[in-house]
């Protein structure tokens, strides 16, 4: 078990810029979710995968965030055109799923820094 | 939508005073979950509850689960040093989990 992988761990860039994170989840797990964090604050919910369907997404999250989970393996997060409010911690986590183990592992995070 | 708030916001403690956070939805949740964040670092979990009424203990934490399902506590015995950190509840909607606002623990030797 190598537990949930994020990459890169920080990223800084000009506002205006895209950006991508990539989530390697622990590889048995069905479930991946997707969550941002601003400092004393707790984990805000943004979205989540069942294997590759994106089934659920935060009606909060702008058209300028997109996540996909092709093949239902690694998970990317895009943000598009940033914002200086785009500044957080990106969080993954993984889970086997509901009515299995609803357990959450998170990752280290991606610190998100919008100049 | 869907609210999850923890009381209180801050508390610091003298090693060996007890502790314990509050945990209230907006609306009856399917299970609750707590987690562990120290400074730096990023959510562990801790457990989950499931049932209405259910209390759970783990060494000197005790994990409440409200009989209507909306709120939860976690209460620390004797805190030690190694409290420290903020401690967030996630209601569990089915779906997916609403993490709480989170308590910061400060232990005072």
């Known amino acids: 078990d190598t537990g949930v992988s994020q990459n890169p761990r920080h990223k800084i860039t000009k506002r205006g810029q895209n950006v991508t994170f990539r989530c390697d989840p622990i590889?048995?797990?069905?479930?991946l979710y997707w969550y941002r964090q601003t400092l004393g604050q707790g984990p805000e919910f943004l979205t989540y995968?069942?294997?590759?369907?994106?089934?659920?997404k935060s009606r909060l999250l702008s058209d300028r965030f997109s996540a996909e989970r092709p093949k239902g393996s690694f998970s990317t997060l895009e943000i598009q055109r940033t914002e200086q409010g785009d500044s957080a911690m990106y969080l993954c986590?993984?889970?086997?799923?509901?009515?299995?183990?609803?357990?959450?592992?998170f990752g280290s995070g991606t610190q998100l820094s919008v100049l | 939508g869907q609210q999850v708030m923890q009381i209180p916001q801050y508390q610091h403690v003298q090693e060996g005073e007890d502790f314990t956070t509050y945990c209230n939805s907006s609306?009856?949740?399917?299970?609750i979950q707590w987690y562990k964040q120290r400074p730096g670092g990023h959510p562990v979990f801790l457990i989950q509850?499931?049932?209405?009424?259910e209390v759970k203990k783990q060494k000197r934490l005790t994990f409440q689960f409200g009989e209507a399902k909306k709120n939860s506590s976690l209460h620390i015995t004797a805190t030690q040093t190694t409290d420290v950190g903020t401690y967030f509840c996630?209601?569990?909607?089915?779906?997916?989990?609403?993490f709480g606002t989170g308590t910061s623990l400060t232990v005072i030797p």
């Open positions: 986590a993984s889970s086997l799923g509901f009515n299995r183990d609803e357990k959450l592992f």
């Open positions: 590889s048995e797990h069905n479930r």
């Open positions: 995968f069942q294997n590759e369907a994106q089934l659920e």
């Open positions: 609306t009856t949740l399917s299970n």
């Open positions: 509850l499931v049932k209405s009424g």
């Open positions: 996630a209601g569990g909607t089915g779906n997916q989990f609403y």
